[in-house]
């Protein structure tokens, strides 16, 4: 027996090693059943979802929602349990991927969300309630019994309840995800902004047009070519945001400083600047584009100067109306009528009363329209809140034959380390890429993937960029974007030569900003644990992008758990006193041994190779060098410094550069963690110095 699907293709089929299909049945509840002769279930159509659920159907670990409608197929928003195991809508699109319900700048406790309830089950029962492992929850606005409901996750990237009114036979939401919606990610594609004017639509921006007029979600194209090096300029957009693709932000910094850190970064598409509390956004891409009232922020995109001098009408910023009715696609244009100043008083009295009684024709029609209609008229109610920034994620998974053919059977080696090799790789789209193989992860693969996919949707630019995971079997293996110019290691001990001064002294500040983001900013409270130049790369500009984050465990914000690190190990000569104690972790391990690197930085040489008497070990010889840095500062002779610093430089260095390094090293050096300042604090004195 085979059971196809409307366009012919096989969904499930009897196995000739198993009992044969004795029958269908298509229960009361609307589940088509696959029997035996036993009446044992072969199959049901309930384990196998599209965009509807029905009353006791089910979403769970393998079972998800697809938006699906043969009229859009660009949609690409899916409802399923994530890695986290919370219930979630997600954009699933061709080049990113990422979460927008429940809300991703909140944690799972804001959101009212249970993290890592393995069940992983949801279900819709016969009142219209909604219950969820994770603790998610709702219920139609007609509660009860007798009302038949079916739950939607429409083209649009909207959940929607749907009751049928048994009147008319037609459908009315009962309950939505989004009651206003610019926040579903995706809806106005690349380059697009939403905004409301009242009703929501899509915009192109200044220098941009519609890719499809027929598919918004194809977003805008610019109609100019920006290359690195052209003489550039910003077109201003208030009171508009572009969630996600952040490169970097900076906290209390000027918009010229903004405006600058942009114009100075190739890697930069625009900026957004919020007048409070002064925060800087450098963007590497415009997606998820909105346009609210009141919202304090402006965005700046980048164009060349020479589109810039070019005459612009309003008719460059091409408009579209989305109406109630999905399937009905429509332009929207405005002109502007002008008088000349002649005839009467009754002139403009009857053309009042013209324009009223169309006005109040088309209420009327509207209204007999929206009662009509045999479909969901409301369904199609757009969403839009106010949203704010997710990391936008490339991460994936692959196959392990996929890295094998990549890294041509693993044969490039670019280093080893603790946890495993690593080896350049090519993916099929010409990507450039470092493949980890892992060695020890006793993780399953589910619990594997679960904590992988936390790191690979962080993104910043001093952070190597996980890719993606591949965990098949006894393979664990990571993907990151491949950093040119190898480890600091490598060029402060190595035989790459010697890093110039304004090269250590940019590492310094690089990895300060890092830190900050993995302690203070992301969604989980991430300790490095590792932090050493090993572990921190130098792309082709030398700029710093730490490694290897995330292989400690992942901490919720406020929370330290003693035993959950007993499986991680520093590095002897960069870990802190307090990990020979039974004392709990914090960050400020990271923040000790940043002052190491410090240090390194500032000396060219390994701090525990000054540990010459062999009975003097790597810490005693740090103590000792604290204390002489401490003691060296306290005086206003300066002439210690050109024989603390690496002699490599050959005295090309500034000096109040050093002493700040040395400072700040000092102050990450201290033996009692609550003494350490958090690396906000670091960041914060790098930026005041500048």
């Given at each position: 027996?085979?059971?196809?699907?409307?366009?012919?293709?096989?969904?499930?089929?009897?196995?000739?090693?198993?009992?044969?299909?004795?029958?269908?049945?298509?229960?009361?509840?609307?589940?088509?059943?696959?029997?035996?002769?036993?009446?044992?279930?072969?199959?049901?159509?309930?384990?196998?979802?599209?965009?509807?659920?029905?009353?006791?159907?089910?979403?769970?670990?393998?079972?998800?929602?697809?938006?699906?409608?043969?009229?859009?197929?660009?949609?690409?928003?899916?409802?399923?349990?994530?890695?986290?195991?919370?219930?979630?809508?997600?954009?699933?699109?061709?080049?990113?991927?990422?979460?927008?319900?429940?809300?991703?700048?909140?944690?799972?406790?804001?959101?009212?969300?249970?993290?890592?309830?393995?069940?992983?089950?949801?279900?819709?029962?016969?009142?219209?309630?909604?219950?969820?492992?994770?603790?998610?929850?709702?219920?139609?606005?007609?509660?009860?019994?007798?009302?038949?409901?079916?739950?939607?996750?429409?083209?649009?990237?909207?959940?929607?309840?749907?009751?049928?009114?048994?009147?008319?036979?037609?459908?009315?939401?009962?309950?939505?995800?989004?009651?206003?919606?610019?926040?579903?990610?995706?809806?106005?594609?690349?380059?697009?902004?939403?905004?409301?004017?009242?009703?929501?639509?899509?915009?192109?921006?200044?220098?941009?047009?519609?890719?499809?007029?027929?598919?918004?979600?194809?977003?805008?194209?610019?109609?100019?070519?920006?290359?690195?090096?052209?003489?550039?300029?910003?077109?201003?957009?208030?009171?508009?945001?572009?969630?996600?693709?952040?490169?970097?932000?900076?906290?209390?910094?000027?918009?010229?400083?903004?405006?600058?850190?942009?114009?100075?970064?190739?890697?930069?598409?625009?900026?957004?600047?919020?007048?409070?509390?002064?925060?800087?956004?450098?963007?590497?891409?415009?997606?998820?584009?909105?346009?609210?009232?009141?919202?304090?922020?402006?965005?700046?995109?980048?164009?060349?100067?020479?589109?810039?001098?070019?005459?612009?009408?309003?008719?460059?910023?091409?408009?579209?109306?989305?109406?109630?009715?999905?399937?009905?696609?429509?332009?929207?244009?405005?002109?502007?009528?002008?008088?000349?100043?002649?005839?009467?008083?009754?002139?403009?009295?009857?053309?009042?009363?013209?324009?009223?009684?169309?006005?109040?024709?088309?209420?009327?029609?509207?209204?007999?329209?929206?009662?009509?209609?045999?479909?969901?008229?409301?369904?199609?109610?757009?969403?839009?809140?106010?949203?704010?920034?997710?990391?936008?994620?490339?991460?994936?998974?692959?196959?392990?034959?996929?890295?094998?053919?990549?890294?041509?059977?693993?044969?490039?080696?670019?280093?080893?380390?603790?946890?495993?090799?690593?080896?350049?790789?090519?993916?099929?789209?010409?990507?450039?890429?470092?493949?980890?193989?892992?060695?020890?992860?006793?993780?399953?693969?589910?619990?594997?993937?679960?904590?992988?996919?936390?790191?690979?949707?962080?993104?910043?630019?001093?952070?190597?960029r996980v890719m993606g995971v591949c965990s098949e079997r006894s393979h664990r293996l990571l993907v990151y974007e491949y950093v040119e110019n190898g480890s600091l290691a490598m060029f402060l001990f190595g035989d790459k030569g010697p890093l110039q001064w304004h090269q250590r002294y940019r590492v310094?500040?690089?990895?300060?900003?890092?830190?900050?983001?993995?302690?203070?900013?992301?969604?989980?409270?991430?300790?490095?644990?590792?932090?050493?130049?090993?572990?921190?790369?130098?792309?082709?500009?030398?700029?710093?992008?730490?490694?290897?984050?995330?292989?400690?465990?992942?901490?919720?914000?406020?929370?330290?758990?003693?035993?959950?690190?007993?499986?991680?190990?520093?590095?002897?000569?960069?870990?802190?006193?307090?990990?020979?104690?039974?004392?709990?972790?914090?960050?400020?391990?990271?923040?000790?041994?940043?002052?190491?690197?410090?240090?390194?930085?500032?000396?060219?040489?390994?701090?525990?190779?000054?540990?010459?008497?062999?009975?003097?070990?790597?810490?005693?010889?740090?103590?000792?060098?604290?204390?002489?840095?401490?003691?060296?500062?306290?005086?206003?002779?300066?002439?210690?410094?050109?024989?603390?610093?690496?002699?490599?430089?050959?005295?090309?260095?500034?000096?109040?550069?050093?002493?700040?390094?040395?400072?700040?090293?000092?102050?990450?050096?201290?033996?009692?963690?609550?003494?350490?300042?958090?690396?906000?604090?670091?960041?914060?004195?790098?930026?005041?110095?500048?």
């Amino acid at each position: 027996m085979v059971l196809t699907d409307y366009d012919g293709t096989v969904v499930w089929r009897t196995n000739a090693l198993s009992a044969e299909a004795d029958h269908a049945e298509l229960m009361d509840s609307g589940n088509l059943v696959m029997k035996d002769q036993g009446g044992n279930i072969l199959w049901q159509s309930f384990d196998h979802p599209t965009d509807t659920l029905l009353p006791g159907q089910p979403v769970t670990a393998t079972a998800k929602l697809v938006s699906k409608d043969l009229s859009h197929p660009s949609s690409y928003y899916t409802l399923c349990f994530d890695n986290r195991y919370v219930l979630s809508l997600a954009y699933e699109g061709p080049d990113l991927s990422n979460h927008y319900w429940p809300n991703p700048d909140h944690s799972s406790w804001m959101n009212y969300r249970i993290s890592y309830n393995s069940s992983r089950r949801a279900v819709l029962d016969k009142l219209g309630q909604f219950v969820a492992t994770d603790n998610t929850t709702f219920r139609a606005s007609d509660w009860g019994l007798e009302i038949k409901r079916r739950l939607t996750l429409d083209y649009d990237g909207n959940l929607r309840l749907y009751s049928l009114d048994e009147f008319d036979r037609s459908w009315y939401v009962s309950w939505v995800a989004f009651s206003q919606p610019c926040d579903i990610h995706g809806l106005c594609g690349w380059n697009g902004i939403c905004e409301y004017s009242p009703t929501p639509r899509c915009s192109c921006p200044p220098g941009y047009v519609v890719s499809d007029p027929s598919d918004w979600s194809k977003g805008c194209k610019p109609v100019f070519n920006l290359t690195c090096g052209q003489r550039t300029g910003f077109v201003r957009i208030p009171e508009t945001d572009f969630w996600g693709s952040d490169l970097n932000y900076t906290m209390s910094t000027s918009m010229h400083t903004c405006k600058e850190m942009c114009l100075g970064s190739c890697a930069c598409v625009a900026f957004e600047y919020k007048t409070f509390p002064n925060a800087c956004f450098l963007k590497s891409a415009l997606f998820n584009g909105k346009t609210l009232p009141g919202y304090p922020g402006t965005a700046y995109l980048k164009v060349p100067e020479s589109f810039l001098s070019q005459p612009h009408t309003s008719d460059s910023v091409f408009h579209h109306g989305h109406a109630c009715d999905a399937s009905n696609k429509q332009t929207v244009s405005y002109t502007t009528h002008t008088n000349d100043g002649q005839g009467t008083m009754w002139h403009y009295y009857y053309w009042f009363l013209a324009v009223f009684f169309l006005v109040e024709v088309c209420f009327i029609g509207s209204g007999w329209w929206f009662m009509s209609r045999q479909h969901s008229a409301r369904s199609e109610i757009w969403a839009a809140e106010e949203g704010y920034r997710v990391v936008t994620d490339h991460f994936r998974s692959f196959t392990h034959k996929e890295l094998r053919r990549a890294t041509k059977n693993f044969k490039e080696e670019l280093g080893h380390g603790r946890h495993g090799s690593v080896y350049k790789g090519i993916l099929h789209d010409s990507r450039v890429v470092a493949v980890k193989k892992l060695n020890d992860v006793k993780q399953g693969e589910d619990e594997f993937e679960a904590e992988v996919s936390v790191i690979g949707k962080i993104y910043h630019m001093y952070l190597v960029r996980v890719m993606g995971v591949c965990s098949e079997r006894s393979h664990r293996l990571l993907v990151y974007e491949y950093v040119e110019n190898g480890s600091l290691a490598m060029f402060l001990f190595g035989d790459k030569g010697p890093l110039q001064w304004h090269q250590r002294y940019r590492v310094a500040a690089g990895v300060a900003k890092g830190l900050a983001y993995l302690h203070h900013e992301c969604m989980d409270w991430i300790i490095h644990c590792d932090v050493k130049p090993e572990n921190i790369l130098l792309d082709m500009d030398f700029d710093p992008k730490i490694s290897d984050f995330g292989f400690a465990k992942l901490l919720q914000r406020g929370q330290a758990d003693p035993g959950s690190m007993s499986k991680v190990r520093g590095t002897r000569g960069y870990m802190a006193p307090e990990w020979v104690s039974t004392a709990p972790l914090t960050e400020k391990v990271d923040v000790y041994s940043y002052g190491v690197v410090l240090l390194e930085l500032v000396m060219g040489s390994r701090v525990s190779e000054r540990a010459t008497d062999g009975r003097e070990d790597a810490e005693a010889a740090l103590r000792q060098l604290e204390w002489t840095i401490k003691e060296k500062m306290e005086s206003d002779d300066l002439t210690w410094i050109d024989g603390f610093v690496d002699p490599r430089l050959e005295g090309d260095f500034v000096y109040s550069e050093v002493l700040l390094m040395l400072e700040v090293a000092a102050l990450c050096l201290e033996k009692e963690k609550s003494q350490r300042p958090s690396m906000n604090h670091v960041v914060q004195k790098f930026l005041s110095f500048d």
